[in-house]
């Protein structure tokens, strides 16, 4: 999702004879922009034109990228008359699709598209002198996006490939087994999604502001998401500050031991007063925000109570975007959790534990991989029964 790849129609890839089977290598095509990068500033988003959208337009987004490279790299959009994120291109390749096909998950994730109209924003964008012809087609989610032109890996020529979903909603569908299960998964960054009530529409006018985004599902339902980009890349950030500062000490020490070092500290600390807000990375919605500490006293200063902060101060963040009241109110009776960063940490489902007010399931597999054949699979057998 967000991120964009170009490519020359006709010239993404080339298909070779491997020694089990065909394979592509990737042609005339892009460096990969993922929804990480940050070349969109504040004052340049603020320069763009207002979206026709619920959703607003962050760095990371497709059009905002394509946008920065029309002002900053105009010979570099110029190389190339296709667009899509790297599994809209993987696609294309697949099927020998002459134009990139997106589903309205994927389109929402880049900006300057109505969900409800199920269109781009064609006549802002090109009032801007923004690229369209670099937009994709855009289908149903679990719609057929066309059929393998060669065998793939033992999968035969003429196997129908579904459209590329979008991956937050594909790993959502792996693991919510009913819509009162909200989904939290702490891996890099953090997500919390839940399925909005039938019938919910977002209202059409973006608010940079707003810590929560409604992104297309299935079935013309939403997903409520708050985001966070602060997750366990903050505690890979600690501990690496933690190592630096041996270093600077004349001590080395693997980055392995000091993060079960710490995480073992902090279980033996059940509690404590300090206050760390760790968005060192800010926030889609508050993207010059910093990180603090507050309540500091000279009983709190051990690693343990540290940690155990940090931790708090993850799933706090997380609250402060979408309170988890709101859940209740939205029916949710239950919180599947999963994610790399909360597998290995039990501090963090401590606090998990603490901050919400109904079950918690951990050590759920949320996997979009998963989810798309899910998706695939249980749509086409209910067409077929039908």
């Known amino acids: 999702m967000h991120g964009v790849l170009f490519w020359k129609t006709g010239q993404g890839c080339e298909w070779t004879e491997g020694e089990a089977a065909p394979a592509f290598r990737p042609g005339a095509v892009s460096h990969l922009v993922t ?25 990371g987004f497709g059009c905002a990228t ?71 087609d855009v289908a149903e989610p679990a719609s057929v996006a066309g059929r393998t032109a060669y065998a793939w890996f033992e999968i035969p020529k ?17 693991c919510m087994a009913q819509r009162t299960d909200a989904v939290l998964n702490i891996s890099t960054s953090v997500q919390l999604a839940a399925s909005m009530p039938s019938g919910f529409q977002p209202v059409q006018t973006p608010d940079p502001a707003a810590p929560v985004a409604y992104f297309p599902y299935f079935d013309g339902a939403y997903l409520a998401v708050a985001a966070s980009l602060n997750g366990g890349n903050v505690l890979a950030t600690f501990v690496q500050m933690l190592v630096q500062w041996m270093a600077d000490l004349g001590l080395e020490v693997e980055e392995s031991t000091v993060y079960s070092r710490m995480i073992q500290a902090a279980a033996e600390q059940k509690d404590t007063c300090l206050t760390i807000t760790p968005t060192v990375l800010g926030e889609r919605h508050l993207p010059d925000q910093l990180a603090s500490v507050t309540r500091i006293s000279s009983s709190d200063l051990s690693l343990g109570h ?4 940090l931790c708090r101060g993850i799933v706090q963040n997380l609250h402060s975007m979408l309170p ?16 790399s960063a909360l597998s290995r940490n039990k501090v963090l489902k401590q606090e998990v534990q603490r901050a919400f007010p109904f079950p918690v399931a951990f ?11 899910l998706v695939m699979l249980q749509r086409n057998l209910s067409r077929e029964e039908s």
Request: proline share 6%.
């Open 306 to 309: 540290v940690t155990r902060a």
């Open 363 to 373: 050590g759920q597999d949320v996997d979009a991989a998963v989810g798309a054949a």
């Open 324 to 339: 988890f009241q709101q859940l209740r109110e939205w029916g949710v009776e239950r919180v599947v959790s999963s994610g």
């Open 66 to 136: 394509i946008f920065w490279l029309l002002k900053n790299s105009p010979e570099f959009l110029k190389s190339y008359d296709a667009a899509g994120t790297i599994h809209d291109y993987v696609v294309a390749m697949l099927c020998g699709l002459p134009r990139p096909l997106m589903s309205d998950q994927n389109a929402a994730s880049w900006g300057y598209f109505n969900t409800q109209s199920h269109s781009w924003n064609l006549e802002i964008l090109t009032a801007s002198g923004f690229p369209t012809h670099l937009l994709p």
């Open 158 to 174: 003429g196997t129908p490939v579904g459209v590329a979903l979008g991956d937050l909603q594909a790993s959502v569908y792996s």
């Open 35 to 59: 929804w990480q990068d940050g070349r969109c500033s504040s004052e340049f988003l603020t320069s763009l034109p207002q979206p026709e959208s619920h959703l607003s337009v962050a760095t």
